[in-house]
C-alpha cells in the first residue's frame, strides 16, 4: 500500500504542475470534461471497488473543500463517506503513535525455556508444577501457566504420560549392574562349526572370551558360568542382572548357578536381538574386524585369535561410548597445543600377523 500511495502522490504532483501553466477557462472545460466522462461512469459501473490507496488519497484531498463545496461534487461515493475515510486515517495514525508497541506479558527469556525443556527430559515425572518448582530454588520466578505453554508448544505430553521407560533407556540407567552374554558360531577352515561363548559388561564395554567348543552342553556351559562369576569376582564387579537370549543351550542349571550368586537372569524377547544390542554389536565388530579376516584352521587356533582379539579390545581399541578410552586404558594426556609438535615418531605393533595393529608413542 505504501508503494502504491507514494506512486499515487508522485503522478498528482506531476499533473499539479501541468495545470499551472493552463488559464481558469481551460481548467472549467477539462473539469466539465470529466465530471460528463464520472457520470458515464456511473451509469455502467454498478459499485466501484477502493483500494485502501484510492482511499486514502481521496480523503487528503477532498477534506480540504468546505463541506457545502463537497456535497455539490459528482462523486462516486458519498461525500459522508469521504468524510468517514478521512476520520479512520487520523484515528489509524494517532492509534500508532499513542498505543502500546506490546501487550500482555513480556516473552520468557530464551535460556529460562531452554532450561525448562532440559528438566522435562531428564526427568519424565516430573509435571510443570514440579518444574516450576525447582525454578524457584534456583531463584527463577516463573508463572506454572508459562511452564506449561512452553511444554505443549515443543509437543512434550503431560507427566504420566512421559513415564513409559524404554529399553535403551533402562540400559543406560542399569548399566553398572548389567552383564550381557551370548554363543555365536563360527565355521573353520575345514567347514567344522564352532561355538564361542562371551560375556560383556555394559558399564566398561570390559569383554570376556570364556570359551569355544564343537559341542554346548550344558555341563559346559554352567562351568563356563562358574569362570565368569570368579572373574567377577576378582575383578569386583557389582553386576546384578545378566541378560541373555532364550538359547536352549542356557539351561536351569545355568541359571541356578547365576541366582545362587546374586545376578538375576533377564531372558530377551523372540528374535528380539536389539534386547541384548551391546553383545550383539561385539560379536558384529569381531566378525568383521577378526573372523571375516583370518582362515581358522581349528579350536585351538580360534581360540589364540580371539584371546588376542580380547586383549586387543580391552587394552587398546578406542570406544565412542567411552570418549575413544579403552575399557581398560584411561586416555593419555592430550598433546597441548597440537601446533607445537615439531616432530611425532609413532611405532605400530602387529597381532596376529598385522591382522590387527596398535599404534604407540616411541619410547
Known amino acids: 500500500m505504501l508503494l502504491r500511495l507514494a506512486y499515487l502522490a508522485v503522478t498528482n504532483t506531476f499533473a499539479l504542475l501541468r495545470l499551472l501553466p493552463m488559464g481558469s477557462r481551460e481548467k472549467d472545460i477539462e473539469i466539465l470534461a470529466l465530471r460528463h466522462q464520472l457520470l458515464v461512469l456511473q451509469r455502467q459501473v454498478g459499485k466501484p471497488a477502493f483500494t485502501d490507496t484510492d482511499r ?50 513480556p516473552p520468557t527469556v530464551r535460556s529460562i525455556r531452554a532450561l525448562v525443556l532440559r528438566l522435562a527430559r531428564e526427568n519424565s515425572v516430573w509435571g510443570y508444577r514440579r518444574i516450576r518448582g525447582e525454578l524457584a530454588a534456583l531463584g527463577i520466578e516463573v508463572a506454572a501457566s508459562t511452564v506449561w505453554e512452553i511444554l505443549r508448544e515443543h509437543g512434550i ?66 562351568q563356563l558360568g562358574r569362570n565368569l562369576l570368579m572373574d567377577l569376582g576378582d575383578a569386583g ?21 547365576m541366582t545362587d550368586a546374586g545376578i538375576k537372569i533377564v531372558t530377551t524377547g523372540i528374535r528380539i536381538p536389539r534386547m541384548n544390542a551391546l553383545i550383539e554389536r561385539w560379536i558384529q565388530t569381531c566378525r568383521r ?48 597445543p597440537p601446533g607445537h609438535v615439531t616432530q611425532l615418531e609413532v611405532r605400530r605393533r602387529d597381532r596376529l600377523g598385522g591382522t590387527l595393529h596398535e599404534y604407540q608413542h616411541a619410547a
Open 56 to 105: 486514502a488519497v481521496l480523503a487528503g484531498l477532498l477534506h480540504h473543500l468546505p463541506a457545502d463545496r463537497l456535497r455539490r461534487l459528482v462523486l462516486l461515493v458519498r461525500p459522508d463517506t469521504v468524510l468517514r475515510w478521512h476520520r479512520d486515517l487520523l484515528k489509524r495514525r494517532h492509534a500508532a503513535t499513542c498505543a502500546p508497541k506490546r501487550r500482555g506479558r
Open 289 to 336: 574386524e577378526l573372523l571375516d579376516r583370518t582362515l581358522i584352521w581349528n579350536q585351538s587356533h580360534l581360540l589364540h585369535a580371539l584371546r588376542e582379539f580380547e586383549t586387543h579390545y580391552n587394552e587398546h581399541r578406542p570406544h565412542r561410548t567411552l570418549m575413544q578410552a579403552a575399557p581398560l586404558r584411561l586416555l593419555p594426556e592430550p598433546i597441548n
Open 237 to 257: 564387579s557389582t553386576a546384578r542382572f545378566l541378560i541373555r537370549d532364550r538359547d536352549s543351550k542356557f539351561t536351569a542349571a545355568f541359571d541356578a548357578l
Open 157 to 222: 505430553l503431560p507427566a504420566p504420560e512421559r513415564q513409559s521407560t524404554t529399553w535403551a533407556d533402562f540400559l543406560r540407567s542399569q548399566a553398572e549392574a548389567l552383564l550381557a552374554c551370548d554363543l555365536f558360531e563360527v565355521r573353520t577352515l575345514t567347514g567344522a562349526r564352532l561355538y564361542v561363548f562371551a560375556a560383556l559388561e555394559h558399564s566398561t564395554r570390559r569383554i570376556r572370551v570364556l570359551g569355544a567348543t564343537a559341542h554346548p552342553t550344558a555341563q559346559w556351559i554352567v
